[in-house]
């Protein structure tokens, strides 16, 4: 496709339930982000991975929050046992460098999660 | 840890009027860059500086590197309605990730 897109753009689940967001970045790139927007805030960094390994995770705000890119293509940001906490906007972001802080990252729409 | 600051948190100008946001980082900075976000949009790539006292300009935007790279400002001259957003600037020190300020919310009086 011509861009990130992601799946679903949005999603109610009720407390506790488990979520799983999809992203399918630009065809060919290496990098890819997932972040999470709060309501007015900036966009937060939860993981990265370069192809199929995940090589930063520092951002995933506990262990019930897990990703995966098995194929160094498509991801899924998966969360368990979802929590009021959990609303927000997770967005993907992909990039075509090895460093993808000194290159452009192509966000995604976003999904909205609203966890009730 | 490294943390980004950008104010003002909301500006509100009149059409034609000028605007500057600014980014403060708490450290020094290997580059920074900006992107906008329109209203329920996602963020777009505007720019990156990476160069100390590094100046760009497009069309009417002008982009700064501070020269200690730890702050940056974005200004946009006679501003018109088409640039209605959130303007975020977003810090990297080398570490593959970025950090991004919380944003400056520009709304226009047309």
């Known amino acids: 496709g011509a861009g990130v897109s992601q799946s679903p753009r949005y999603k109610v689940a009720k407390r506790g339930q488990d979520v799983a967001l999809r992203c399918d970045p630009i065809s060919g790139h290496v990098s890819l982000f997932w972040y999470q927007q709060a309501l007015g805030q900036g966009p937060e960094f939860l993981t990265y991975f370069q192809n199929e390994a995940q090589l930063d995770k520092s951002g995933l705000p506990s262990d019930r929050f897990f990703a995966e890119r098995p194929e160094g293509s498509v991801s899924t940001l998966k969360i368990q046992r979802t929590q009021q906490e959990d609303s927000a906007v997770y967005l993907c972001?992909?990039?075509?460098?090895?460093?993808?802080?000194?290159?452009?990252?192509?966000f995604g729409p976003g999904t909205r999660l609203t966890v009730l | 840890g490294q943390q980004v600051m950008q104010i003002p948190q909301y500006q509100h100008v009149q059409e034609g009027e000028d605007f500057t946001t600014y980014c403060n980082s708490s450290?020094?900075?290997?580059?920074i860059q900006w992107y906008k976000q329109r209203p329920g949009g996602h963020p777009v790539f505007l720019i990156q500086l990476v160069k100390s006292g590094e100046v760009k300009k497009q069309k009417r935007l002008t982009f700064q590197f501070g020269e200690a790279k730890k702050n940056s400002s974005l200004h946009i001259t006679a501003t018109q309605t088409t640039d209605v957003g959130t303007y975020f600037c977003?810090?990297?020190?080398?570490?593959?990730?970025?950090?991004f300020g919380q944003g400056t919310r520009l709304t226009i009086n047309p």
């Open positions: 450290t020094t900075l290997s580059n």
């Open positions: 972001a992909s990039s075509s460098s090895l460093r993808p802080d000194t290159d452009t990252q192509y």
């Open positions: 977003a810090g990297a020190r080398g570490a593959q990730k970025l950090v």
